[in-house]
């Protein structure tokens, strides 16, 4: 059976039905479960309902997948795209590989099969396209859905999968157009061959390399010959060697692999670098497979100019078509308080800001210092303000009967070198309140792990990001800003044209250089999405209809 099937692929349209009944028997399968639009085959849901049935209206019930009674090529090309598909991370058998096998099998070998089964191939093949072509477009897993916190505005099309059937099958050119269906990032399509790569090296043995001491360029170590090995597996150039010693070579590779986890690249084999090393294939695999998946869930267009940040790899980028301006440190929500996924416009700056304290902070950090005494205010620079935005005295409340229940006034910190905020910050209104500002505690920019605000981003740097927001408004000269910076007055600058703001988690993507790069997953994140991946799929989204 598998050799008739594998010469198919070679072969196409070498079955001839002979048969002018296929169409009216589509009509009847259809129009059979119209009311409700629940099709199955053998006992397996068809999941593209309104989208099917549309199809063959449109087309008055004449089948695709066969010309002049016959399979034609692209039903070969569809099959073979499904057999594929794993390497984007998604499961052939989602999309009816075993039942379509079957069918495809009694064709080729005429073992009977008659008009019936005929459609049933028929039908199988397009709700495969159909349910395929939204998993590629949209994502598999319903991202809001999955409690992934991923609330990304993707800003796409209308997506009528009937007419991309038809388009791809006018076109005699369905793998491609189902490419087309995919991210267009290149990252995504390099990723599908690191996930191949690394699938390939799950079936290697992997033993796991006992930490011990920390080893440091020059050491010696037995341990050596078996990282230097495992680094050769993961395709960093070595020389294959059985030295015991940390030496300069090993050294440069070692760096380059802590640069693409996201470690402190000193060259030393610390516990992290060696939980690095020692991560299974197949964990590996399974963060590409969410990561892809992320990627599918991604906004298609952004602005000429636009900031990303990737709250996992604790980076914030300014892009300019294909060009990085430039690349900052960011401190991001610690996991109790996480930073959220989500997208939107950049559209002005606040240059030496006030800082009004989230109630979130201000009910569980400050009020409680508050009930102690003034002195956390006045150490603070901060005002009590009624909601109105009228100053009052500390002593003009009566504290003893205050609770979190029944505290009705703000606290906002002026402007200046202690301010929470820093001397600016970026604003892209959103229903989360969270920003990007500039931090007085620059030291904490040195660690590895950034995960420590209360959601909004920190980023080092603020003044550079800010020069170059404002580059194309003249009078905004960088010692205009400065100044701006070091005021004990706030002052709103807005953008001549606004830049959309991406805020992402990714754990798995290549950069720029091509090279896959793996982070930790903070927010506990990835294992979700990995078992929607792994479960039944639903029925094909409305919007696809």
């Avoid at 008009?115 to 199988?124: H, R, Y």
Wanted: one cysteine or more.
């Amino acid at each position: 059976m598998v050799m008739l099937i594998l010469i198919s692929l070679l072969l196409p349209g070498t079955f001839s039905t002979g048969n002018a009944e296929l169409p009216g028997k589509i009509k009847t399968f259809i129009v059979g479960n119209e009311n409700c639009f629940i099709f199955k085959v053998d006992n397996e849901n068809l999941t593209s309902g309104k989208v099917l049935s549309r199809f063959y209206m449109n087309r008055l019930y004449t089948p695709a997948w066969f010309s002049r009674d016959s399979l034609n090529n692209n039903s070969y090309d569809l099959l073979r795209y499904i057999r594929q598909v794993d390497q984007q991370g998604l499961q052939p058998e989602d999309y009816h590989l075993h039942l379509i096998e079957l069918y495809l099998g009694k064709v080729l070998t005429c073992q009977g099969i008659d008009t019936t089964d005929m459609v049933k191939l028929e039908v199988l093949l397009t709700d495969a396209f159909i349910l395929l072509g939204s998993h590629l477009y949209y994502g598999k897993v319903d991202p809001e859905k999955e409690g992934s916190d991923w609330n990304m505005n993707r800003k796409d099309p209308e997506l009528r999968l009937d007419l991309k059937l038809e388009e791809a099958l006018a076109a005699n050119d369905v793998f491609n157009k189902l490419n087309l269906l995919a991210p267009g990032y290149r990252s995504y399509w390099m990723m599908k061959e690191e996930l191949a790569f690394f699938l390939k090296l799950n079936e290697q043995i992997w033993p796991v390399i006992i930490f011990g001491e920390a080893i440091r360029p020059g050491d010696s170590s037995q341990l050596i010959p078996e990282i230097r090995e495992r680094l050769i597996k993961l395709r960093y150039q070595l020389t294959d060697s059985v030295s015991p010693f940390l030496d300069d070579e090993l050294v440069i590779q070692l760096k380059s692999f802590q640069e693409d986890w996201g470690l402190n690249p000193d060259g030393v084999v610390g516990k992290a670098t060696l939980e690095g090393l020692n991560s299974l294939p197949l964990k590996l695999v399974s963060q590409l497979k969410v990561n892809m998946e992320r990627f599918r869930w991604m906004p298609l267009k952004v602005t000429e100019k636009y900031i990303i940040v990737n709250i996992a790899n604790y980076k914030l980028d300014l892009i300019s078509g294909t060009d990085t301006l430039i690349s900052l440190r960011v401190i991001v929500g610690k996991e109790t308080r996480s930073t959220p996924v989500f997208n939107e416009q950049l559209s002005y700056i606040v240059f030496s800001p006030t800082w009004t304290i989230p109630n979130t902070i201000l009910m569980d950090d400050v009020l409680p210092e508050l009930l102690k005494g003034p002195e956390y205010l006045e150490k603070r620079n901060m005002r009590l303000l009624r909601n109105d935005g009228t100053e009052l005295k500390y002593n003009e409340i009566d504290w003893s009967v205050i609770t979190k229940d029944n505290f009705p006034y703000m606290v906002r910190q002026n402007p200046g070198p202690g301010n929470a905020l820093g001397q600016v910050k970026f604003m892209f209104p959103n229903a989360y309140n969270v920003y990007i500002h500039d931090t007085p505690s620059k030291r904490y920019f040195a660690r590895e792990e950034r995960d420590m605000s209360s959601g909004c981003v920190r980023v080092e740097n603020p003044f550079d990001l800010a020069v170059l927001l404002l580059s194309d408004i003249p009078e905004w000269s960088p010692p205009k800003i400065r100044t701006a910076m070091q005021q004990d007055k706030e002052q709103i600058v807005r953008l001549k044209i606004p830049v959309d703001v991406v805020l992402i988690y990714l754990t798995a993507w290549t950069d720029g250089k091509d090279r896959i790069q793996f982070r930790k997953d903070i927010y506990q994140k990835d294992e979700k999405v990995l078992a929607a991946l792994n479960q039944k799929p639903e029925a094909v989204k409305v919007h696809s209809f």
